[in-house]
């Protein structure tokens, strides 16, 4: 090695590096300018959300037409999202939760303003009940604009799984060894466990109650393949035949079907399910709270609603939005999917919630799934 | 600029012992931002954990200042946590002697046999795949190793196997693969940083004086780069103590690894339970460290200078 | 230089393990790369057919445009900034006399030890409670920085320990300045572990989804946005991105190669016409 090699070697390094480096700037500058671009009147606000609650082309349209510009974070999960905004507060303007958490968490902690959903023009076309769910109704007014539901279904794929299952003991039979796909969600996964046990309050369960549970979830064990990250993988693994069994929101059917899988079908076990039904809640003390009124008279009209059914495929609380989809030919979808049979579906369902049980049944599940 | 400022340092005299408190001051700059990261944004919030860790979750999932050894003492009290543990590094064992091995080979045909130049291109190459999202890579693997996955429909096509295998995935052996795949590239380029300027006529040297090659590869060769073994060590072996999505995406139900069991704490806005288990897993780690660092030399790197 | 016996035999099994290593890392790209073309709506097996519809998709997605952006405003940020300060606080802790010495060094380990999650709740707790900072990106590359600047230090500390001082010595000796000292001897010595630095802070950042989850605002990255799908999950779109992505990188290291390759003739050249001049 001499000095002259080691000086050239390194100029050429810093110069490729400097090449390297200015392409990749280049690139980023570019997406940061795509990114700010805001326009003088309306405004962005910040909105924390689930994946399926807007879609990009109608968040477009209104920023052409009304210059209000939705600056999305995605939201893994209910108790997540909230223990993000507990400490964000004010930096998020809306927030999307389910249930239980709306009322229990958000409001419980002072995070959110309950408003005028009436106020709300748009909210005339959402059913009547939606606008009066006792667990989201306070004295101040409504405690979030109410969005989509779904109760939780076993889906099974008609040539592997017979008979016809209608229980949650199906995922417990040794036949099916290694074929359930379960989400990845060990709250939700011990409440299913729960249900099958016959316990309705599943997010407030005894230590009585907990320890049939850990019995079932020793059974439930061997069954499961793998737990599903997203919604995605749980299709995946139905469509390449992995799976024979998964569980899930309603529109499975129809997900595995587009993905070129097999016949599969769903059902709502006996025992009862879980089930969400979410809203967006305005944040307490938001910078950009007066855009969100604005934003969601455009946003959540029939014709948007009846779009993101079609692209997400689960039900909604707009009822205008059913007359949009009879009129575009997909009754047979919607009615498949429950869309107009909220009030009895959901009245059957337990609510998702924080609940009293919640470190114990982590504790519960570890045990079991651990090593 | 940064050279510059460096230059104190790098240039204090080999006899300085008595540096007088400018000099001493100016050897020190350099070095502040990084205390200023350390130990503002890491110590400081941890120490803050660290008191968590022995606090208690409310209802409300609000963290609140009741004094608690119970956090600590779920781990021991249930078994499954320190079984999990074990295994996780019964696993994390084998990921980084694989590793190593393969990296090492690599690494020591880049700085051996390729000029300079064609390495440096080549360790992109290695790297280039690991900026795409980590996600859409245990996808694949998913679809490569699935029952339905490629490699069974190239076994079964071939007639090696005659009906798909699900050994593949979903179990210890596709955390394995996909932990081995997303460790290699940290592995590669820690060893050739330290094989790069190891001059490799010792060797022929050694041999000529009637070393035999394996003798000559121990004793000339392996002291040298001692200190990037053990870093790359590190880097493969303690991180997977941190590795979640992994286990869970490919691991299926049965594989389950000791940081799925801390991240279903977090999920759930457990902060102070999952605090602990982050804690006692630390705490392992820096035991293990103390323990085995006359085998490993770990002062090379992490104690002595 | 001379070959022993072996050599040969050596050196083909060590291009064989080369070629597998890429096959390895590259066979799930490639299965990325089909995936994006596939007409499924979900990245996986069987393929359905082929179709450009999510390349179309991914141009009109904003939020998935924003948050490939972000990451790489990050990653680029965090790269450059963890590389410069980490190989100066190596500087100090190989030579400097550190009044703690083991103290510090383990300090620098524990980054590494404590699991991301842990460093990502106690970020937030920090900077929401302590220190009343808003979430930004200006957060996700302060905890970034966190774990990339340990990785850069033990780097680059490794291989300044065995270097050889002597050789600085020499140069100061023969005249040469501090400044030309670094420039010319341990600068290009300790090149190849800045670089190692350099890349390992890349990779972690543009890929960081735990630490990033937690301290990030209301500005996604692709690895949050791609994770927190969860209701619906991600669509080949996403693919599609991670292609362009790799395109453009692997791209720009061909040209980086090329404008190499030509300063390098150049230098050359103008070397040659010196000593002939």
Known sequence: MNAIDNQLSRRRFLQASAAVGAAVSLGGITAACNAIGGTAQGGTFNWMTWGDHYIDTQLKAIEASDKIIAQISELAGNAEGFAKLKEVKGELDMISGDALWVPDAYFAEGLIEPFDINSLKVSSQLYSFAREFDIWTTPDGYLGYPFGWSPISIYYNVAEVSPAPDSWGVLLDPKYKGRIVIENQPEEIVAYMGKASGVDDVYNMTDDQLATVKGLLEQLKPNVLKFAQQATDSVNAMTSGEAWLITGNLGNEDRVKDAGGPEIKGFIPKEGTVGWMDAEMIVKDGANKALLFPYLEKAEVAENIAANFITHGRPLFNEAAYQVLVNQGEQDRADRYLYNKAEETLAKTTLKGPGTSTEKSIQLFNEVFGA | MASEIVGGAALAPPTAIGVRRGARLRQLAPFLPAAVIIVGLFLVPLALMFAFSFWSTDENLDVIPVWTLENYQNFFTNPTYVRTLFKTMVIGTGVTIVCL???????????????????????????????????????????????????????????????????????????????????????????????????????????????????????????????????????????????????????????????????????NALIPEGAAVGFLIAAFVTVLLIVFRRYLRIEDVVVRG | MPVSRHGGTVRWSLRLVFGALIVFLYLPILFMVVFSFDEGATPGLPITGFTLHWYEAMLNNRVLLRAVGNSIIVAVIVSILATIIGTMAAFVLVRARIRFPNATRIAFTLPIMVPGVLIGVSLLIYFARVLDFSLSLGTVIAGHLVVTVPFVVLIVASRLQSFDRFLEWAAADLGASPRQAIRHIVLPLIAPAILAGALISVTLSIDEFVITWFTVGSQPTLPTFIYTRVKFGVTPEVNAVATVMLVLTLGTLGLAGVAMGRARRLTGRMRRRRQAG
């Open chain 2, 101 to 267: 091995a393969v990296a090492f080979a690599v690494a020591y045909f880049l700085a051996r046999y390729v000029s300079r130049q064609w390495a440096r291109i080549a360790l992109l190459v290695i790297i280039v795949p690991f900026w795409t999202s980590y996600l859409l890579r245990v996808y694949s693997w998913q679809a490569i190793l699935g029952e339905r996955g490629a490699l069974n429909q190239v076994l079964v096509g071939l007639g090696i196997i005659d009906e798909p295998s699900l050994l593949f995935v979903y179990n210890d052996f596709g955390t394995f693969i996909v932990l081995v795949y997303l460790y290699i590239p940290f592995a590669a380029l820690v060893l050739y940083a330290s094989l790069e300027r190891f001059d490799f006529t010792q060797l022929t040297a050694a041999q000529d004086l009637g070393a035999s090659p394996i003798r000559a590869f121990r004793h000339v060769l392996l002291p040298q780069i001692r200190p990037g073994l053990i870093t790359a060590c590190i880097f493969v072996f303690i991180p997977i103590l941190g590795e979640f999505l992994t286990p869970s995406m490919v691991g299926g139900a049965q594989g389950l690894l000791i940081a799925n069991l801390l991240a279903n704490f977090f999920k």
